[in-house]
């Protein structure tokens, strides 16, 4: 069974998911922070694939992405990388990157690959829906891949209804409509939205992701959703010295709890 | 075969809307309504009053009698240059100011290359007292500078985009990010046929004017509605898009897309995309893209900034792809020469954009005396100091 549905059977609340960026800081940290956050206690994780216009990011990740890239890291070096996932990482890993390096890799040869690698699902939030459906959805099934869609405040119902039909994973609700990094502060029109989105009693699990980095705002995400995803915040982590240690500390943080020890 | 537009957004396998879902409410805005705003009577006739009166329309059909001479064919100009502003890009602002307006948009953002479409979409924001926000690369701010005053002038802010090259692709990322966080109050004008369906249809039609007229110009002029050749430059390609769009199923008339070779097709500073590129999705549509084979998109290279982008539009992949029309390419020194021969033979200072179509003529072979349209889609004013340095004035 896919590793994201197991998940979601086994844990329904204060999921808590974990993105950075592949290459950064260096080519080959990639295997080494994924190991380190399932220690540290992360549920689950998604490595980004470095795009040189990540239009839906804000600085923290576009400057890791341009790092990531001048290290030397492409969707092959990836996939060779994660040979190695399995023997190091047991929860389920999400790759998500822009809809160009995945087209130029070949949709099957990537899709194929992150079966043969233990990847459980791609988030591309480029992709439209239309193409999805036309062309890429027979593929990922036969894959056995979630495909993730994003929701935002905009959103309208007749659309997340179509979104949860075709979802296989879980949700991807955005805390607001903006790029990565920015702080997420909770009006009562974000709690509206939330409220609204947990009222329509989804097929799929939702995590709300965008502006969460730290624990009040994790909290907040949880109460109206199974979970949320750290992006900007974490990543920033990555850029000081000896960022692996940190790593048990700033996840321990956001969980609200002592640090867990190594 | 159609060149146009099909319900989906694509033409041929090129197009769509590879946008991220914050920008799907906006666009999907946009599709639904650009066509039925676009035919209400009182839209029309505002648009056209404002092209006449304000922008100075029709623009003249040129017959360049020395160039003409020199070789050895007919050769008119459709000059852009004389609009308002100096380029054609105010074609596509006016159009798309009124739409903001119909859609209840207070905010207008945009990039800008050159700075043409920058000062086109200042200019029509002061126009109608809108706030306007314009994202240029610094490398661009720092080689377009006056164009950079202009804007200011009329009351825009002008953020300089820092990430990657620092040119279009990247002011375009920027002002894409702006309207993912804004998604409510503002209207994003795109200043080529690029971005997410239904953008590329909807500013060819606005330029659409540029063949109509000619048309009717070369009717009065010459008895016949079609030249034997029309050329246009292709930066993103709006003004060989607004050129070609009324000749595209005149198969008599053979289209000629003009690319920025820059230092040289094979010198790796180049802007040439359709030789460069390979399939791919830039700004929200599948066209031709120049990148990497991991699909990073590359920094492109031409001296003139409103050419410095590694794609195309859609409409331009599918025309390329079925060779309706032929992509060719005019390296920054050819363009140059000819922006030069121009000044000295027509006493015209063309943007070094149009210098490119310009430079094609010394490229093609007439049989016997034959009409050719170039698109001179804007003036040099903004690029003195650039012929100045190149030539040593
Ligand atoms: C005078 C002029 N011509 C051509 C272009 C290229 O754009 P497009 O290919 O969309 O016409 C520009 C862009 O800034 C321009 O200023």
């Given amino acids: 069974m896919n590793r994201i549905k197991q998940l979601f059977e086994q844990k329904r609340n204060n999921v808590?998911?974990?993105?950075?960026?592949?290459?950064?800081?260096?080519i080959d940290s990639t295997l080494d922070i994924a190991e380190a956050l399932e220690k540290a206690?992360?549920?689950?994780?998604?490595?980004?694939?470095?795009?040189?216009?990540?239009?839906a990011d804000g600085p923290v990740i576009q400057n890791s992405s341009q790092k990531a890239i001048e290290n030397g890291m492409t969707v092959k070096v990836l996939f060779e990388q994660l040979k190695d996932l399995r023997k190091r990482v047991s929860i389920p890993v999400l790759l998500m990157g822009y809809v160009n390096p995945v087209l130029q890799y070949g949709v099957e040869n990537f899709c194929s690959k992150c079966a043969e690698v233990g990847v459980d699902g791609v988030i591309v939030p480029d992709l439209p829906m239309y193409e999805y459906e036309e062309l890429y959805q027979d593929c990922f099934?036969?894959?056995?891949?979630?495909?993730?869609?994003?929701?935002?405040?905009?959103?309208?119902?007749?659309?997340?209804?179509?979104i949860d039909e075709l979802s296989n994973g879980f949700i991807y609700l955005l805390s607001t409509s903006s790029t990565t990094g920015k702080n997420l502060s909770v009006s009562s029109q974000v709690e509206d939205y939330f409220s609204r989105i947990k009222s329509m009693e989804l097929r799929n699990p939702t995590m709300i992701g965008f502006g969460i980095s730290d624990n009040k705002s994790f909290s907040k995400a949880s109460e109206y959703a199974n979970g949320a995803i750290v992006g900007s915040a974490f990543v920033k982590i990555l850029a000081e010295e000896n960022y692996l240690e940190k790593i048990p500390e700033f996840i321990g943080s956001l969980k609200g709890k002592e640090a867990v020890s190594y | 075969m159609s060149y146009h537009v099909n319900e989906k957004g694509y033409y041929g396998n090129f197009g769509g809307a590879y946008v991220p879902e914050m920008l799907y409410p906006n666009v999907e805005e946009l599709r639904e309504k650009y066509l039925s705003i676009m035919s209400e009577p009182a839209f029309q006739h505002e648009f056209l009053l404002l092209l006449k009166d304000y922008v100075g329309r029709p623009s003249p059909l040129y017959l360049a009698e020395r160039l003409s001479e020199k070789y050895g064919t007919t050769i008119y100009l459709k000059r852009e240059d004389l609009n308002h502003t100096g380029a054609h890009k105010i074609n596509n602002t006016i159009g798309q100011i009124l739409l903001a307006e119909r859609l209840g948009k207070k905010r207008i953002i945009a990039e800008t290359g050159a700075g043409q479409h920058g000062v086109a979409t200042a200019t029509v924001c002061a126009l109608k007292g809108l706030e306007c926000?314009?994202?240029?690369?610094?490398?661009?701010?720092?080689?377009?500078?006056?164009?950079?005053?202009?804007?200011?002038?009329?009351g825009a802010t002008v953020i300089p985009a820092t990430s990657g090259s620092q040119t279009l692709k990247d002011a375009t990322n920027e002002a894409l990010r702006d309207w993912i966080n804004n998604p409510v109050d503002t209207h994003y004008i795109i200043g080529s046929v690029v971005g997410p369906h239904p953008y590329p249809d909807m500013v060819?039609?606005?330029?659409?004017?540029i063949s109509e007229e000619t048309r009717a110009q070369l009717k009065e002029k010459t008895g016949k509605v079609n030249p034997d050749y029309?050329?246009?430059?292709?930066?993103?390609?709006s003004n060989a898009m607004g050129m070609f769009y009324h000749f595209l199923d005149q198969d008599d008339v053979k289209l000629i897309a003009v690319e920025a070779a820059g230092k040289g097709v094979e010198s790796g500073e180049s802007a040439a995309t359709t030789l460069l590129g390979k399939e791919g999705v830039l700004h929200g549509s599948r066209s031709i893209v120049m990148q990497t084979e991991d699909g990073q998109v590359v920094e492109p290279y031409s001296i003139s900034a409103g050419l410095d982008y590694p794609g195309i539009g859609p409409q331009h992949a599918h025309l390329f792809a079925s060779a309706r029309a032929k992509y060719v390419s005019i390296t920054d020194n050819e363009a140059m020469d000819a922006g030069l021969q121009?000044?000295?033979?027509?006493?015209?200072?063309?943007?070094?954009?149009s210098s490119h179509a310009l430079a094609y003529l010394d490229k093609m072979e007439f049989k016997g005396d034959e009409t050719v349209v170039i698109c001179l889609s804007g003036r040099g004013d903004k690029d003195l100091s650039t012929y100045m340095t190149h030539f040593g004035l």
Wanted: net charge neutral; glycine share 8%.
């Fill in chain 1, 141 to 162: 099934i036969q894959n056995q891949l979630s495909n993730i869609f994003l929701i935002t405040p905009t959103t309208s119902e007749a659309r997340i209804r179509r």
């Fill in chain 2, 204 to 209: 060819a039609r606005f330029q659409s004017i």
């Fill in chain 1, 16 to 26: 808590l998911s974990i993105y950075f960026t592949a290459g950064y800081p260096n």
């Fill in chain 2, 133 to 154: 926000v314009v994202y240029m690369g610094a490398v661009d701010i720092e080689r377009q500078a006056p164009n950079v005053a202009r804007m200011k002038m009329m």
């Fill in chain 1, 41 to 55: 206690g992360a549920d689950f994780l998604e490595i980004g694939v470095p795009y040189s216009d990540p239009l």
């Fill in chain 2, 342 to 353: 121009l000044a000295r033979l027509e006493g015209i200072i063309p943007a070094i954009e």
């Fill in chain 2, 230 to 237: 029309v050329l246009a430059c292709v930066g993103g390609g």
